[in-house]
C-alpha cells in the first residue's frame, strides 16, 4: 500500500521553522538567516521585520507633520470611534479629512481644512520657485483681505506673514497653520462629533463591517 505524504499544517511549518532557526549555529558577527519566505504570518523577529516595524514608526506623523503619512485604506469601525479622542488621528487618516471636509462644507467654514492642508503640501516643497509660487497662491486664497475664503488670522500672525512674503518659505504658513488647527480642533471639531454626518458615518462602518 502506498503512503500519501501528509499534509502540514501552518502550526507544524513554523514549528519545524522555528526549530531549524534555534538548531543553526550563528558566528558571531554574522546575520541571522533570512526565513522571512516562509514567514507569511509576520511572526518571527529577523532583520526585514525589525526594518519594516522601524520604517512604520519614523512614518508615524503628528499634527504639525506632513500629511503624506495618511493611511489610503478606509478606516475600520475602531479607528473611526477612535477620531471622537484624537482630532489629530482624524487629520491623519484621508477619509477623516473628508468626512470632517463635509461637515465644515455645512458651516461654510471648509477654507479653514482647505487652507491647513495646502500649508501642508508647501512644507514638503523644497524648489524656490515652487515655495514662491505656491505661498502667493496661498495668501491670495485664503490671507488677503481681498480673498473671498479669508480664514480666521489674528492681527499679529497676518503681519507675519506680509514680511515674510519678500522672502517665501516653506515654512512661512507654520504659525498661521497652527492656530487655524487650534480653531477647527476646539471650535468645530467637538460639534462634529455630535453632528448627524459623523453618526451617519459610524452607522455606515457598522453595516460595512456585518456584511464583511
Known amino acids: ?105 455645512s458651516e461654510y467654514s471648509e477654507d479653514n481644512l482647505l487652507f491647513w492642508m495646502a500649508c501642508e503640501e508647501l512644507k514638503k516643497e523644497t524648489d524656490p520657485l515652487v515655495v514662491e509660487e505656491k505661498s502667493r497662491i496661498i495668501y491670495e486664497d485664503y490671507v488677503s483681505i481681498l480673498s473671498p475664503k479669508e480664514v480666521s488670522l489674528d492681527s499679529r500672525v497676518r503681519e507675519g506673514i506680509n514680511q515674510n512674503l519678500a522672502e517665501p518659505s516653506n515654512l512661512m504658513y507654520e504659525e498661521a497653520q497652527f492656530q487655524i488647527y487650534n480653531l477647527m480642533h476646539r471650535d468645530s471639531f467637538p460639534r462634529f462629533l455630535n453632528s448627524s454626518v459623523y453618526r451617519d458615518f459610524l452607522a455606515n462602518r457598522r453595516l460595512t463591517c456585518l456584511d464583511t
Open 1 to 105: 500500500m502506498t503512503l500519501q505524504p501528509r499534509s502540514v499544517s501552518g502550526v507544524e511549518m513554523r514549528k519545524r521553522q522555528a526549530a531549524h532557526i534555534e538548531a543553526t549555529p550563528q558566528a558571531p558577527g554574522q546575520p541571522r538567516p533570512n526565513t522571512c519566505c516562509l514567514c507569511w504570518c509576520g511572526c518571527c523577529k529577523c532583520l526585514w521585520n525589525e526594518d519594516r516595524m522601524e520604517r512604520s514608526e519614523r512614518q508615524t506623523c503628528t499634527k504639525m507633520d506632513s500629511i503624506e503619512a495618511a493611511e489610503e485604506q478606509q478606516p475600520s469601525l475602531d479607528e473611526a470611534l477612535l477620531w471622537a479622542r484624537s482630532f489629530e488621528m482624524m487629520l491623519r487618516s484621508r477619509e477623516g479629512r473628508e468626512v470632517f471636509r463635509e461637515f465644515l462644507r
